[in-house]
């Protein structure tokens, strides 16, 4: 059987890629997982300059998935540029930039600069960290979405993917993939972490995390139906030329497969990449071929989109 999957042209050996944010900070970790089973790699989002991020503990594993404030902790745009430049002229075309700027105006600069150099890979702009004090999700307010993208596409003309919040009501879904379609988007990669949940340790009485008074962005079992139902969501609103990346509650091949039947093109893994590391990458693909084998799939593109309804 074959894992190959595609965006916009760019081949992808399988589908598998880490989710933006999770062991890809340093040039270290990029090739850790550039050399890895996985068809692909995500940079940390980057911010115009280096971040810090939140205070610690920012992040803790929990029994099905993951909180965590980082605060969006990063080398820099620069860094990552200069990485994914580097990347490219090895003959890798499978690296994905992520940048996340603090203001509309910083994202336009990032875009700015990449449309200006030589960078020919997949751009994925994430308009969902949840955990920057004092700075709302952009993907939630509707306005300003469709006034940055007006922006964007003025100038932009590379491959563009969008990383969005999780929507829970469908006139969300409808509002979003109406603004989304009027632009040349290639992707959109759902969900980013279910931002400002609240995990406890009744022994202590205490939050489990520290910023933003333990408030922070869930991940892993706890984000997969939801993340199952933007995929599909989308799938359903957007033009078919835009493709669609699942992330979310992924750590199984069972679990890839069920986001492809959502519409995936290609998926990204989180916190359960957090916590096993590389590996993951082999282990899974391992269990999707077993899987598509078992009920007589070839190619993602058999059963891709193909979830029935009762
Ligand atoms: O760094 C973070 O706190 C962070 C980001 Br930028 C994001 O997009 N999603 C998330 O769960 N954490």
Same mark, same amino acid.
């Given at each position: ?10 081949? %992808?050996?399988?589908?598998l ?37 939140? /205070?610690? #503990?920012?992040?803790?594993?929990l ?15 620069? $860094? ?11 003959? $890798?075309?499978n ?6 700027? @603090?203001? #509309? ?15 020919? +890979? ?14 709302p ?8 979405? /469709?006034? @940055?993208?007006?922006?964007? !596409?003025? !100038? ?16 969300? !879904?409808? /509002?979003?993939?109406a603004?989304?379609?009027?632009y ?20 202590? /009485?205490?939050?489990?995390?520290? #910023?933003?008074? +333990?408030?922070?962005g869930? +991940? ?7 993340? @199952?139902?933007?995929?599909?969501g %989308?799938?359903?609103?957007?033009? #078919? ?15 890839? %497969? ?11 893994? +989180?916190?359960? !990449? ?7 990458f082999?282990? &899974? ?5 077993? &899987? ?19």
């Amino acid at each position: 059987v074959s894992m190959q999957a595609e965006i916009a042209g760019i081949s %992808f050996d399988n589908l598998l890629l880490n989710a933006a944010g999770i062991r890809c900070s340093t040039v270290q970790d990029l090739n850790s997982i550039l050399t890895s089973e996985a068809g692909g790699v995500v940079t940390k989002s980057a911010t115009v300059e280096e971040r810090a991020g939140n /205070e610690s #503990p920012r992040m803790r594993a929990l029994p099905l998935g993951s909180i965590n404030s980082m605060g969006l902790p990063n080398h820099g745009f620069d $860094y990552y540029m200069a990485y994914v430049l580097k990347a490219q002229s090895a003959g $890798y075309n499978n690296v994905i930039l992520s940048v996340a700027g @603090l203001s #509309p105006a910083d994202d336009l600069l990032m875009l700015r600069e990449i449309q200006q150099s030589g960078f020919d +890979g997949l751009v994925e702009l994430n308009l969902s960290c949840p955990n920057v004090k004092g700075k709302p999700q952009v993907g939630y307010d509707f306005a300003a979405v /469709e006034q @940055l993208l007006g922006e964007i !596409f003025k !100038f932009f003309d590379k491959r563009l993917g969008l990383k969005l919040p999780p929507y829970f009501d469908l006139t969300q !879904f409808d /509002e979003m993939a109406a603004i989304i379609n009027q632009y040349p988007v290639t992707y959109v990669n759902s969900i980013n972490s279910i931002g400002n949940g609240l995990v406890i340790d009744p022994v202590t /009485e205490t939050a489990v995390i520290k #910023p933003k008074g +333990g408030f922070g962005g869930l +991940g892993g079992e706890y984000a997969k139906p939801t993340a @199952l139902a933007n995929v599909r969501g %989308f799938r359903q609103r957007l033009k #078919p030329e835009i493709q669609m990346i699942g992330t979310g509650g992924i750590k199984s091949g069972m679990d890839v %497969f069920e986001h492809v039947l959502c519409g995936a093109d290609l998926v990204q893994i +989180g916190t359960a !990449f957090g916590s096993e590391g590389t590996p993951i990458f082999d282990r &899974i693909s391992q269990e999707l071929q077993d &899987i598509m084998i078992e009920k007589g799939y070839r190619r993602l593109a058999d059963f891709r989109g193909k979830l029935k309804t009762l």
